[in-house]
């Protein structure tokens, strides 16, 4: 439907590549179907923020409540051809002296999650990770059978801890909650660097461990005293 006012003119839903606009959205845009076809191009030219692209969320009704969303994307398809990938959303930059890809302003961010509860939150069923880079890696993991883990110079690579480079060394810490009845532990693992980059991590037996209760051991997670040795002690005056 069409209604004019003065020079506004008003339309009830705006179809663009579509006869039949989506009834939730004022302007509906599709793109042909070939590859890399794009439904929508913004440029913001201006010397002191330009933008290309804004999104506002705007909810006055205070006899509902609900969440308002500036952006939202979505990224789906049935495609089941080997190395197809949907991505909800990206973003990039580069070409200035400094570059951010995104950078939120007030609010916390969630990841896999619609209720943060913190600055960051990473919401996973299962093997939750944070992975971060630099010459080496270095990842927070929690994996599927209630394993905390702090990874050094490793990371979980979908299916098992692998090296971050190529002949450096490995360590994991491992907060270990798997039963109530069971005394919870902290322990620390290390491995040798003499494996390439993205090879599977075999650890050494446990160095140090340390229970809920205080007990300590060195080569055993299940110290039954304040202090629990397994194997030989060297004590040395200097």
Same mark, same amino acid.
């Given at each position: 439907s069409v209604t004019t006012?003065?020079?506004?003119?008003?339309?009830?839903?705006?179809?663009?590549?579509?006869?039949?606009?989506?009834?939730?959205t004022k302007v509906d845009i599709r793109s042909d179907s070939g590859q890399g076809n794009v439904g929508l191009v913004a440029y913001g030219y201006n010397g002191n923020g330009g933008r290309g692209l804004?999104?506002?969320?705007?909810?006055?009704?205070?006899?509902?409540?609900?969440?308002?969303?500036?952006?939202?994307?979505?990224?789906?398809?049935g495609r089941t051809i080997a190395g197809s990938i949907n991505i909800g959303g990206y973003f990039t930059a580069a070409g200035s002296e400094n570059n951010y890809a995104i950078i939120t302003g007030s609010g916390n961010?969630?990841?896999?999650?619609? #209720?943060?509860? !913190?600055?960051?939150? +990473?919401?996973? /069923?299962s093997d939750a990770q944070v992975l971060v880079q630099g010459t080496n890696k270095m990842a927070l993991h929690q994996d599927a059978a209630w394993n905390s883990n702090i990874l050094l110079g490793c990371y979980y690579d979908g299916s098992n801890i692998v090296y971050g480079t190529t002949n450096r060394g490995a360590f994991k810490i491992v907060g270990l909650h798997d039963s109530t009845t069971q005394p919870q532990t902290l322990?620390?693992?290390?491995?040798?660097?003499?494996?390439?980059?993205? #090879?599977?991590? !075999?650890?050494?037996? +446990?160095?140090? /461990?340390?229970?809920?209760?205080?007990?300590?051991?060195i080569g055993t997670t299940s110290p039954s005293s304040k202090l629990q040795v397994k194997g030989d002690i060297c004590v040395n005056s200097e």
């Open positions: 006012g003065g020079n506004i003119l008003t339309l009830a839903r705006v179809g663009i590549g579509t006869a039949s606009p989506q009834s939730f804004m999104g506002q969320g705007y909810a006055v009704d205070n006899t509902v409540a609900g969440t308002s969303t500036g952006v939202y994307g979505i990224a789906n398809g961010v969630g990841i896999g999650t619609d #209720s943060p509860l !913190t600055t960051l939150h +990473v919401n996973k /069923s322990s620390i693992y290390g491995a040798n660097g003499a494996s390439p980059a993205g #090879s599977t991590v !075999t650890f050494n037996s +446990v160095g140090f /461990s340390q229970d809920e209760d205080g007990n300590v051991g």
